[in-house]
Each structure stands twice: as structure tokens, then as C-alpha cells.
């Protein structure tokens, strides 16, 4: 069972950390270039995959303008757009007892701002109910920001029913969909979603730095960028753009990253987000069974992988989640994540602050041999035992 002690790590379940491996396509798409900077054709030719990037984007979200996305390095980024752009001192913003702390952090800032911050609890198992984000409104309530799912449970929330209520009364509606986009359907129309914080290196199979935020119409218009420069269009104003997506990406883009992200992106479309859904859902079913066969380890989060992206924080008894980690590493060449995945909220609601978990974030590309075989893993962690 045990792998060559001196082999490299056979067994990726880090994926709500960063995808891997990635596509064959998506690496054969970085090249360079400089959009919109030149007239050449290198220039035009990388201004091109950035729309086409845009393009398949907005095709995924269920948007009928590319232009309503604006690039950035990542979800943490977008969301740093988005929070302190429209929220403002005697605003009041609502959020789940489940986020991380690309949500938190800024929001707690916002706080010392004169924001004022209204954590709704959730239950045991992560979910957030839209009754209790009802009873939180107050005539001041400018915006409600919600994880589309935990980072560390996988709990998918209902934004459909939360965008409605949103809609209903008012307000503004963000979704942190760095655990979704490309892993779950997400219609921002449908779903009612003003914006969007999603990542690229994550279930779009992207590369590092790249992400973006999705703007519904006219919210730009109150939405302040966080940085302003050149852009490539307008350059003879030195005020910055007022039109989407130049008003929030200002500077050089990373041309290179964002065409490796447009093809981690078709590479989602043409699978068909339905069918990495089945699969990944269908991995997930598999682990929770068979931890559940096992004594000693205790399992956070839905008990139900349909409720739950591919994502299982657990623990094993008498071993930390930091020691087990390091084992599933080194003896069995399992590569995951240990410890509170930067969110303190979400431990808390858990139950698991300020220990952690060992989270397993399973990916398209594995399989169920990798499943059974990290059950054997867990086993032997665990003492070897077994429930009959």
C-alpha cells in the first residue's frame, strides 16, 4: 500500500486550494503579448484572447455582456472592489457565520469605517438560512455578501432563494464563488447576483493571478475601482474611464495568465459543468461512505455529497489535523490541507476553532482508486479499525 518513501506525492486532493494538474489546453495557450498598448499584430492578437476570454466567461455566468467582467489577480482581489466600492460609513452590509476572510477581513475594516456588520448564524453543518438573512434587513442594509460555498465544508448555499430576498428589498447581492465557478451552475440573471467574486486557478483551471468580477449594469456607476491608471483607451483624458471594464483594470494585464484561464475555461464548457458536477459529486459520495465506515473520524460539513461541493474537512482521533496531514504526505504521497483554511468564521460555526481540520478538496481529474486508496490511508491513521 505505501508508495517509495523517495517518490514525488502520487495523490493531489488539494483542489479548493488550486486546481492540478490542468488541462493540456491550458498550458499550450500562454503566450505573450500587449493588448491594447500597440497597434501591432503580437498586440492585437493578445487583445483578442482577452476578449475571447471575457466572452467565454460571461457564456459560463449566463451573462449576455462580456463586458460586465473585469480581470484581476483573484477572487480576494474582486472582492476588494466590490466591499469597500459600495459599502460606506452608516451602511449596513450582511454576511454569513461561513466565510472567508477575503470576505471578513475587509468587511472588519469597512467596520472601523462606520459600516455596520450583521453575521448571520448558520447551522452545525454550514448551511445559512434565507429566513434568518430575512430577519437581519434594516432600512440601512446596502448589500448582503455570501460564500456560494464553504472552503471548508463544501455547504452550498441557496443563492437563487437569497438573491430573490435581495431582490425583493432592494439591495445589492455579492457571491464569493471562488469554490463554484466552473464547479457549480451559476446564472448571475437567473440567480439575481449584482456581483460576482469568482477565481481562475480553482475549478475554472486557470493559472495563479488570475480572477475577476463580474458587474451587473449600472452598478458601476457607484462602484469606486480600487486602483486607476492607464488602460489603453482614452489616454488623451487623464481622468480614469468611466465604462466597464476599463474603469477596474488599470495597468498591463497579465495577457499571459488570462489565456491560459480562457482556455481552463472552454475546457469547462466543453466538458459541461453539469458533468464535472456528476463526477466530482460522485467522488465525493464515495469518501463520505467510506469514512463512515470508520471509527475515530469525525466529519464536518452536509452528510450528503448533493449538498456539498467536492470538498471534506475531517478529523481523526488522538492525531492532528496538522500531524495527519504531514503522514498522508510523506507515507502514503496524498497531498491536502490542514489547519483553519483562512477562515476562522467557518471553524467556529463548525465547531472545530481553533484546531482545524484535514480538508480533502477532490478535483475532475481524480479518480476512485485515489478515493480508496486514501481510505486506506485514513484507516491506518485512525488505528486500523473499522466499523461492522
Known amino acids: 500500500m505505501q508508495p517509495d518513501p523517495g517518490a514525488d506525492p502520487i495523490i493531489y486532493f488539494d483542489n479548493a486550494a488550486t486546481s492540478w494538474p490542468k488541462p493540456a489546453e491550458m498550458i499550450e495557450a500562454m503566450i505573450g503579448g500587449s493588448p491594447g ?24 455566468f449566463g451573462s449576455n455582456d462580456s463586458l460586465r467582467i473585469a480581470f484581476t ?13 459600495i459599502l460606506h460609513s452608516g451602511d449596513h452590509v450582511i454576511t454569513s457565520g461561513m466565510e472567508h476572510n477575503s470576505v471578513m477581513r475587509p468587511l472588519r475594516f469597512l467596520e472601523t469605517q462606520g459600516v455596520q456588520i450583521s453575521v448571520v448564524s448558520c447551522s452545525g453543518d454550514g448551511r445559512l438560512n434565507p429566513e434568518d438573512v430575512l430577519a437581519a434587513i434594516r432600512p440601512q442594509t446596502r448589500l448582503l ?8 465544508t463544501g455547504t452550498i ?14 439591495f445589492l447581492f455579492c457571491v464569493d464563488a471562488a469554490q463554484t465557478a ?3 451552475p451559476i446564472h448571475v440573471d437567473e440567480m439575481a447576483i449584482d456581483l460576482l467574486a469568482f477565481s481562475g486557478h480553482k475549478s475554472l483551471f486557470g493559472p495563479q493571478g488570475t480572477g475577476g468580477l463580474y458587474i451587473r449594469e449600472g452598478i458601476e456607476k457607484h462602484l469606486q475601482p480600487l486602483m486607476m491608471g492607464g488602460t489603453g483607451s482614452r489616454s488623451e483624458f487623464e481622468v480614469q474611464p468611466d465604462f466597464m471594464p476599463d ?15 480562457g482556455a481552463g475555461v472552454r475546457f469547462v464548457l466543453a466538458e459541461g459543468v453539469e458533468a464535472i458536477r456528476s463526477k466530482e459529486e460522485g467522488l465525493t459520495e464515495r469518501f463520505l ?26 478529523n481523526v482521533a488522538g492525531v492532528s489535523p496538522s500531524e495527519a496531514s504531514l503522514e498522508l504526505d510523506e507515507r502514503f504521497g496524498i497531498l491536502c490541507r490542514p489547519g483553519l483554511h483562512c477562515a476562522p468564521a467557518a471553524h467556529r460555526t463548525i465547531g472545530t476553532f481553533s484546531r482545524g481540520t484535514i480538508r480533502f478538496g477532490f478535483g475532475y481529474f481524480n479518480n476512485d482508486e ?13 488505528g486500523g479499525s473499522t466499523e461492522q
Do not use: C, M
Open 145 to 152: 455578501v455570501v460564500t456560494h460555498a464553504s472552503n471548508v
Open 247 to 261: 474603469k477596474y483594470e488599470s495597468g498591463t494585464p497579465n495577457t499571459i495568465g488570462l489565456a491560459g484561464l
Open 37 to 60: 498598448r500597440s497597434g501591432h499584430h503580437r498586440s492585437l492578437d493578445a487583445g483578442r484572447i482577452i476578449l475571447e476570454t471575457r466572452e467565454a466567461l460571461a457564456e459560463l
Open 157 to 170: 448555499q441557496p443563492i437563487a432563494e437569497l438573491g430573490q430576498i435581495v431582490r425583493d428589498h432592494g
Open 370 to 382: 485515489e478515493i480508496s486508496f486514501a481510505l486506506e490511508a485514513i484507516q491506518s491513521l485512525a
Open 289 to 314: 461512505k467510506g469514512l463512515a465506515s470508520l471509527k475515530g473520524i469525525t466529519v464536518y460539513g452536509p452528510p450528503d455529497a448533493a449538498s456539498r461541493t467536492a470538498v471534506v474537512s475531517f
Open 73 to 85: 489577480k483573484n477572487a480576494t482581489e474582486a472582492l476588494n472592489i466590490a466591499l469597500p466600492g
Open 182 to 184: 466552473g464547479a457549480l
